[in-house]
Every structure is written in C-alpha cells, then in structure tokens.
C-alpha cells in the first residue's frame, strides 16, 4: 500500500470538496478500494499505486479547471471523476488565460480585469520592483494586494508587508483617541478592505498575529531589511524624495515590491514636493524595475467615476493652458 499527499493549496478548497464534501464523496466512490482522507488543504490518498496514479490524473484536471474558472458543478465534477469527458476541461484550459490570481472566501475570485491590470501582473511576475501608477478606482491597490497574496499562498514568500503614509487626505483629523494601532488603522483601512476579499477571516486574523501578513504605515519600515517578502507601498505620491528611497531601499533577498500611486492626488503640505514623479523618472532604465501606467480605461468602480475623472482632466488641461488655477 502507497501513500500519497496532494496539496490544495492553489484553488478553494470548497469549490473542490463541495458543501458537505458532497464532490468528496463522488471522489470516494468512483475509488471505493482507496482510503481518501480531507485534512485542511490536503487530500492523503492511500491504496495501490495504480488506483492513486488514476485518482491523481482525475484529481489534477480539476485543479487545473478550477485554478483558471474558480468553479466548478458538481454535475461537471462527477462527468471528470467519471472520466466521460476529460477533453472538454483540456479544451477550457487551453482557450482561457489563466488571469485568475486569488480564489477569496465563498469562492470569490480575483482576476486582473482590464488590460493594463494584466500587464501589471506580466510585470510583477518578470521584476522585482513595479511602479503602478494611475487614477482613482483602476485597480492598482486591489491588483497589487491580490498578487502579494498569491506570492504567499504559492509559498514564494514568506510575508506580506502593506504601507503606506499616514497622510491626511485634504482635512486635519485633530487628536485621534485610542492606541497607536486605533489612531493608524484608519489610513490603512482601504488595505485591510483587499485583504478582507481574498482570506477568509479566522485565516487573515491568524495571518496578522504571527505577522505573515504585516500592515503598518511608512514610517515603520526605517531601518529594517525586508527580505522573503511581498512589500506593497500604497499611496506613494504622498512621500517626499527621502521616504520613497528609504522605502526602496529596504527591499532584501528574495523580495518584490509594488509602489502604487496618483500623482493627481498629492495630500502633501503646498510646500512638499512627491517623491513619486522623481523615482518614476530616475529609475525608468534600471533593469529589474517595471513601470505600468493605468488609465481611466481600467476604472473597475461605478461607470460615473471614469466620467469624473474625464472630467478633472480636462479641467486640469485648460487651467494649464491658461497659465493659472481658479478657485
């Protein structure tokens, strides 16, 4: 008798048992003389090296279907196990891209959606550093989020960190009360949010306490090395020069980075200067660092946002020609 441990990890694992493990019973039953045992993410198969080698065959089709689909019934899953009809998922994997990038909880998944989002992940998966810059709403922070948890889920890191700078946007919030991480949370809301979509939440909140996944703002990272890690700076055009180079300096061995960023919404005091426009110019040549611009092409919120941000920009143009600002 063989034993053999296939990993989940890649695809929801509700998807693949079924409610009730009802797909895990089909699965049992087409293989009655192997033992099949469900713990976590993982599947122990126990029997004959003939019988588990088929059941693996049957069992990577569906992983491979639901890694690029994200579901699959259970009337397809018993016409896979029943190997009536392999060819039709080999079909469906070859005519889809695998744009699929997190499966959340209650089998949500998460997918670059527009063009540039895609090039986004082309650039991450080929470089070390990305700069995303775009508009409001294009999916620049939930992108990058979904990427870094990938990275973590895939094992090709050990730990995500998100940052950004605890700029207020446009308003003094005065004393805030509670603790440091209660004053904090606010500015970071917005990454907890992306996180809350991709993790189901007893795992996120084991994530946060063992420090798996770190959220903390800029500041925090002086002095550190960051290495075995997913590093997300949100926000970047509310850094000065000097935060942007020490938080790309930082980055350690084994380590990507996304700086994500509108230069079109700089909450920095009149008399500070972003650092974004500066990193994005200098290092434009280095070999390593990818530069992804979205436009209001890949805005992924309500179809009035894309308008608005029309809108601003071609205000912005006319102010330009006219050499001065109105109030």
């Given at each position: 008798?063989?034993?053999?441990i296939?990993?989940?990890?890649?695809?929801?694992?509700?998807?693949?048992?079924?409610v009730?493990?009802?797909?895990?019973?089909?699965?049992?039953?087409?293989?009655?003389?192997?033992?099949?045992?469900?713990?976590?993410?993982?599947?122990?198969?126990?029997?004959?090296?003939?019988?588990?080698?088929?059941?693996?065959?049957?069992?990577?089709?569906?992983?491979?279907?639901?890694?690029?689909?994200?579901?699959?019934?259970?009337?397809?899953?018993?016409?896979?196990?029943?190997g009536?009809?392999?060819?039709?998922?080999?079909?469906?994997?070859?005519?889809?891209?695998?744009?699929?990038?997190?499966?959340?909880?209650?089998?949500?998944?998460?997918?670059?959606?527009?063009?540039?989002?895609?090039?986004?992940?082309?650039?991450?998966?080929?470089?070390?550093?990305?700069f995303?810059?775009?508009?409001?709403?294009?999916?620049?922070?939930?992108?990058?989020?979904?990427?870094?948890?990938?990275?973590?889920?895939?094992?090709?890191?050990?730990?995500?960190?998100?940052?950004?700078?605890?700029?207020?946007?446009?308003?003094?919030?005065?004393?805030?009360?509670?603790?440091?991480?209660?004053?904090?949370?606010?500015?970071?809301?917005?990454?907890?949010?992306?996180?809350?979509?991709?993790?189901?939440?007893?795992k996120?909140?084991?994530?946060?306490?063992?420090?798996?996944?770190?959220?903390?703002?800029?500041?925090?990272?002086?002095?550190?090395?960051?290495?075995?890690a997913?590093?997300?700076?949100?926000?970047?055009?509310?850094?000065?020069d000097?935060?942007?180079?020490?938080?790309?300096?930082?980055?350690?061995?084994?380590?990507?980075?996304?700086?994500?960023?509108?230069?079109?919404?700089?909450?920095?005091?009149?008399?500070?200067r972003?650092?974004?426009?500066?990193?994005?110019?200098?290092?434009?040549?280095?070999?390593?660092?990818?530069?992804?611009?979205?436009?209001?092409?890949?805005?992924?919120?309500?179809?009035?946002?894309?308008a608005?941000?029309?809108?601003?920009?071609?205000?912005?143009?006319?102010?330009?020609?006219?050499?001065?600002?109105?109030?």
């Open positions: 008798m063989t034993d053999t296939i990993n989940l990890d890649s695809v929801n694992p509700i998807e693949f048992f079924g009730n493990n009802g797909k895990l019973d089909t699965l049992r039953k087409k293989f009655p003389l192997l033992k099949i045992l469900s713990r976590g993410t993982q599947l122990k198969i126990s029997g004959a090296p003939e019988q588990i080698e088929t059941a693996k065959e049957k069992i990577d089709l569906i992983v491979q279907y639901l890694q690029r689909n994200g579901h699959m019934s259970e009337n397809y899953f018993e016409q896979i196990i029943g009536d009809d392999p060819e039709t998922v080999d079909n469906f994997i070859e005519q889809n891209p695998n744009d699929i990038l997190v499966f959340g909880p209650n089998g949500k998944t998460v997918r670059a959606r527009t063009s540039n989002q895609k090039k986004m992940v082309q650039a991450v998966d080929q470089n070390d550093i990305v995303a810059i775009g508009p409001a709403g294009t999916g620049k922070t939930y992108t990058a989020v979904a990427l870094a948890v990938r990275a973590l889920k895939n094992k090709l890191v050990k730990k995500i960190i998100l940052t950004r700078p605890a700029v207020e946007a446009g308003e003094s919030l005065g004393f805030l009360p509670g603790d440091l991480k209660e004053k904090i949370d606010p500015y970071l809301r917005p990454l907890y949010d992306a996180l809350d979509d991709m993790i189901p939440a007893d996120l909140g084991y994530y946060m306490t063992t420090r798996t996944i770190e959220i903390a703002p800029l500041a925090y990272m002086r002095g550190r090395t960051l290495d075995n997913f590093i997300i700076l949100d926000e970047a055009q509310n850094t000065n000097l935060q942007l180079k020490m938080f790309l300096t930082r980055i350690g061995a084994n380590a990507k980075a996304i700086i994500t960023g509108d230069p079109t919404q700089v909450d920095l005091p009149r008399n500070m972003s650092g974004l426009e500066k990193s994005t110019r200098i290092l434009k040549s280095i070999e390593g660092i990818a530069h992804i611009e979205l436009t209001e092409e890949d805005v992924v919120r309500h179809r009035l946002v894309k608005i941000i029309r809108a601003y920009e071609k205000e912005k143009e006319k102010e330009e020609k006219e050499g001065g600002y109105r109030s």
